[in-house]
C-alpha cells in the first residue's frame, strides 16, 4: 500500500478486505449493517470533482465487487451510499448493505433497524477487531 497516513483513522493497513489500483475497501469499525465498509481513494483529494478520470472508471468495478460479495456472501438486496466528508476532508464513500429481514452470522443476529427508510449511519454495533477481523476475512474469501 502507498503512504496513507491521511486516511489512517480507517485502519487500511489491518481493515483492508481488498484493495484496488485507486481505491481501498475497508471493513467499518461500527457496523451499523453487517458487511458496511467504507470506499477510499488512494489519493488524498477534498473533492470528488478532482479524481482523475482512470479512477472514476474504476469505481463502477469497486462497486460491484462490494455488492457481489454481500448477496453472495449475506443475502443483501439493496446499498446506501453515503459520502460526506465532513470531519474527513478526502474522498471516501461510506457503503451500507441493505435487509429486508434479520440475519446470523458470526454468532451474531443481525437486524437492518431503519429497513426501508435510509440508513442511520452513526447507529450501529461497536465490534472488537477480533469480530472485524472475522467479517473481513469471511468478505476477502
Not at 496513507?4 to 469499525?29: A, H, N, Q, T
Not at 427508510?117 to 468478505?139: H, P, Q, R, S, V
Request: hydrophobic share 45%.
Amino acid at each position: 500500500m502507498a503512504n496513507l497516513d491521511f486516511m489512517s483513522k480507517f485502519k487500511p493497513e489491518i481493515r483492508c478486505i481488498k484493495e484496488f489500483e485507486y481505491w481501498i475497501v475497508c471493513i467499518r469499525g461500527k457496523q451499523a449493517t453487517l458487511g458496511d465498509a467504507v470506499i477510499l481513494l488512494k489519493r488524498e483529494i477534498s473533492s470528488v470533482a478532482d479524481m482523475l478520470p482512470e479512477e472514476g472508471a474504476e469505481f463502477p468495478k469497486v462497486i460491484k465487487w462490494y455488492e457481489e460479495v454481500c448477496i453472495k456472501k449475506f443475502g443483501a438486496i439493496k446499498f446506501n451510499y453515503i459520502i460526506m466528508m465532513m470531519k474527513d476532508c478526502f474522498v471516501h464513500y461510506h457503503a451500507f448493505p441493505r435487509y429486508d429481514k434479520d440475519v446470523s452470522f458470526f454468532n451474531m443476529e443481525w437486524k437492518d433497524n431503519d429497513w426501508p427508510g435510509a440508513i442511520n449511519f452513526k447507529g450501529g454495533i461497536e465490534l472488537t477487531e477480533e469480530k472485524l477481523n472475522e467479517i473481513k476475512n469471511y468478505m476477502a474469501e
